[in-house]
């Protein structure tokens, strides 16, 4: 066979195959070319696979920094640190500071869940609703990688924006105390952070349950009702009406994650402010009992949620 006829060779159904051509032609129909470009795909796909997770809560980060709302939360609590520290220890002295701190503390506890269920109650359903939770989905990620890192990336975005939140009252602090208050005023920051994050989870379940975000929203503002204001209502009757014991305090303080925060709040002064700090007293908790506390209303809401959502209809 000559050299010219060397470019052609017959194939065993008795067609030719170009040996000069620029891409090979494969028994599925694709090329050589397309292939390297699928591996590449795969292996894209595969590195988002193994950092999912991160993955999940960087974008949700970025999409919560781009709407503006983690500016509103830090503009938010940046005015309301700011009042009261200016009204509150603008007279110098340490009994002023203890009652800015009760302020911060009776205050915080409608605010700092109403915040956090805000931020978190359409984390799920409002991702379902526009569409975008399903084309994460589309990824090889699990459905509970996905709920987890979106709740880590709004925890992240909320606990930046409540911190810078809490810098104004912090350098006011300093000013009309001095900075020997700055540790009690950092360790209510500290707190407040701590239970925005536990009231988050809490919204992240409600979002992975509710059908719409209206539902949702329903749901989040009667959490709030119950958290801020019923659960105490119901818990001082019972103690009135039962002569309940220190342990029975104990379990009702610990199981409101805003109760939590006021007995973080309060242990930092000398102050027992009213509602349920009349009876703190007699509860007999201690600072790590409360704050491990908090950390599992952090931690074991989202997990049933990651659970639960295998269950949701796409």
């Not at 999940?56 to 503006?68: F, G, K």
């Not at 109650?121 to 990824?139: C, H, N, T």
Request: aromatic share 6%; net charge neutral.
């Amino acid at each position: 066979m000559s050299e010219g006829d060397s470019s052609t060779d017959p194939t065993p159904d008795g067609g030719v195959v170009s040996v000069d051509a620029p891409a090979t032609r494969l028994h599925d129909g694709g090329t050589e070319g397309s292939t390297a470009t699928d591996a590449a795909d795969e292996s894209a796909l595969a590195r988002i696979a193994d950092s999912s997770l991160l993955t999940i809560a960087r974008r949700e980060y970025r999409l919560a920094v781009r709407s503006r709302w983690a500016l509103g939360v830090a503009l938010l609590f940046g005015l309301f640190t700011t009042a009261v520290v200016q009204f509150g220890a603008s007279s110098v002295g340490p009994g002023r500071f203890d009652a800015v701190i009760a302020t911060i503390a009776e205050l915080g506890v409608y605010l700092v869940p109403l915040t956090a269920l805000a931020v978190g109650y359409d984390a799920i359903v409002g991702a379902d609703e526009r569409g975008s939770l399903e084309l994460m989905l589309a990824l090889p990620v699990t459905k509970g990688r996905v709920v987890v890192g979106t709740a880590v990336g709004r925890a992240a975005v909320l606990s930046g924006a409540m911190l810078l939140g809490f810098v104004p009252g912090a350098l006011l602090t300093v000013r009309y105390i001095g900075l020997a208050s700055v540790g009690q005023y950092a360790a209510v920051a500290l707190a407040a952070v701590l239970t925005a994050c536990a009231m988050l989870g809490v919204a992240v379940l409600i979002s992975t349950v509710a059908r719409t975000k209206t539902h949702a929203l329903g749901a989040a503002l009667a959490i709030w009702l119950w958290v801020a204001l019923l659960h105490d209502l119901v818990a001082l009757g019972a103690v009135a009406g039962f002569d309940l014991g220190s342990g029975a305090i104990a379990a009702a303080i610990l199981l409101n994650p805003v109760d939590c925060f006021r007995v973080l709040a309060l242990s930092q002064v000398d102050v027992v402010a009213g509602g349920f700090g009349s009876v703190l007293a007699q509860a007999g908790l201690t600072t790590p009992m409360v704050t491990a506390a908090l950390a599992a209303w952090v931690v074991v809401p989202v997990g049933v949620a990651a659970k639960l959502i295998q269950r949701r209809r796409l």
